[in-house]
């Protein structure tokens, strides 16, 4: 069906036809864009799942459609000034792989549009109506997953102010989380923060000085924790508060085991003095390294997924180094990385690639070794996830961006490159930090040759 976009209508017709059979509003977008159903509605406007038509494959993209239901002068400039603001929001941090990339913005028929990336997948809220109540393995994946986030988006100077279960989708198609609804985000900028501003977000999930208008990265975390607590308990977050006491009590309402060590972080992410709080989002990834066991920091088990079909286009053998990530032996599947790619490249003998190896390096054994690291680290380690992270610092092929991931994965201290021994070898190393296959005479430099491999899109 094609959904007419007209809000005093909003007639379904079908799917060929270019104008409402009900009112003769034009049914597609900026001659591309044809609705097809509502998704959801605020007090800022309506969603639609769409398609590009003007595409071959005809994907799905989503629709945002300014439609204020607040009254008065004021209220209609606000709204126009958020809606505006979500898409300048979207732009800046729609090219991280878990936030909705901006496809278009405009104006059509006296009202305004966003197109962005579609989402398939669940909320966090419709998985929690369909299974109940979250395990703890659960609540540490989804932190683990939206922590770097929110690590990215504050290093943007973004304050989210609206993470709630709904605004958390798990994406069918690599069950990654994706935050979406950027429309509350706030510039966090030394003068924006200094002055008190338009309370904005979902009741049950603010946090305190939000409330009043003050918020700051600290408060994406609270809720981030309120959201925890919700899906722990499966109870409203109100609930869940004790007024008389002004405390949390979520604990009284748990059907599911809970260990001290993930209860002591949320009850920090809880705090209602944001200085008693996490202050980072990195600050959690770090206690919550704490709540992995012992033994698994050894051996860790990989995440449940298909068994990997070892493909090689020169006919390498990638069995050992299974072998060696699957014990948990990560210096060792280091080296064998190094050795494999060495082989695969043709260059046993001179022990370096340079920049034609990488760019000729084949897409079969890249995707390999890639999925190997990350299956059998939890999706901490791999070229994908280093990917991620260059793109976060830059995307550039060149020795500035090369010395900021290094900077991020822990390569790199005092502003000074690390010797190969003294890089940490186990889960306590940070996300990104292996493989490490890539030492200066591996083509380093201005430009080297980690930098090109991760522009490669095959990752």
């Known amino acids: 069906m094609s959904q007419c976009l007209n809000p005093d209508c909003l007639h379904s017709n079908p799917k060929t036809t ?22 959801g509605q605020g007090g800022f406007g309506r969603t639609f799942q769409a398609v590009d038509e003007d595409k071959p494959s005809q994907p799905y993209c989503v629709i945002k459609q300014f439609f204020p239901q607040a009254q008065g002068t004021n209220n209609q400039e606000k709204a126009e000034e958020l809606f505006k603001r979500e898409a300048i929001q979207l732009e800046q941090l729609g090219k991280h792989p878990q936030i909705p990339e901006l496809f278009a913005y405009f104006s059509q028929d006296h009202r305004q549009y ?30 683990e997953n ?21 605004n958390i989708i798990r994406r069918k198609s690599d069950h990654k989380f994706v935050l979406v609804d950027f429309g509350a985000a706030k510039a966090a900028t030394r003068t924006a923060l200094a002055v008190t501003g338009t309370v904005i977000g979902s009741a049950g999930y603010v946090a305190p000085e939000q409330a009043v208008g003050k918020p700051t990265f600290a408060s994406d975390l609270y809720s981030l924790g309120v959201t925890c607590i919700h899906l ?12 008389s006491e002004s405390d949390w009590v979520w604990r009284d309402y748990l059907t599911v085991k809970v260990s001290d060590r ?18 980072t989002a990195q600050e959690v990834l ?25 493909k090689s286009a020169k006919g390498v053998n990638y069995d050992q180094l299974e072998q060696l990530l699957k014990a948990g032996k990560w210096k060792e599947a280091d080296r064998e990385t190094a050795n494999k790619m060495l082989e695969v490249a043709g260059r046993t003998q001179e022990l370096w690639l340079i920049r034609e190896d990488i760019n000729n390096f084949p897409c079969e054994d890249l995707r390999t070794i890639d999925q190997l690291w990350v299956k059998y680290s939890n999706g ?13 610092v830059g995307g550039k092929v060149d020795y500035e961006t090369e010395k900021k991931l290094g900077d991020r994965v822990g390569w790199r201290k005092n502003s000074s490159w690390m010797n190969y021994d003294h890089l940490t070898f186990s889960f306590q190393a940070p996300v990104g930090h292996l493989p490490r296959v890539f030492t200066s005479g591996w083509g380093g430099g201005k430009g080297g040759v980690l930098a090109l491999l991760l522009s490669r899109q095959e990752l």
């Open 232 to 243: 722990l308990t499966n109870i409203e977050p109100f609930d869940l508060f004790d007024v």
């Open 286 to 310: 770090d206690a919550l390294q704490l709540t992995v066991k012992p033994t698994s920091l050894q051996t860790p088990q990989p995440t449940p997924q298909l068994n990997i079909e070892l």
């Open 262 to 279: 993930l209860g002591q972080v949320l009850d920090k992410l809880l705090q209602q003095g944001t200085k008693k709080r996490f202050q």
């Open 114 to 143: 966003l197109v962005q990336e579609y989402i398939e997948g669940q909320n966090l809220n419709q998985e929690l109506s369909e299974t109940g109540a979250f395990s703890e393995d659960k609540i540490i994946k989804l932190l």
């Open 146 to 166: 939206v922590l770097p986030i929110l690590t990215f988006i504050h290093q943007q100077q973004v304050i989210h102010r609206d993470i709630k279960p709904e």
């Open 18 to 39: 270019n104008f409402c059979q009900k009112c003769g509003s034009k049914l597609l977008l900026k001659e591309r864009y044809r609705g097809l159903k509502i998704l």
């Open 380 to 392: 901490r380690f791999g070229f994908s996830i280093q990917q991620e992270i260059w793109l976060e």
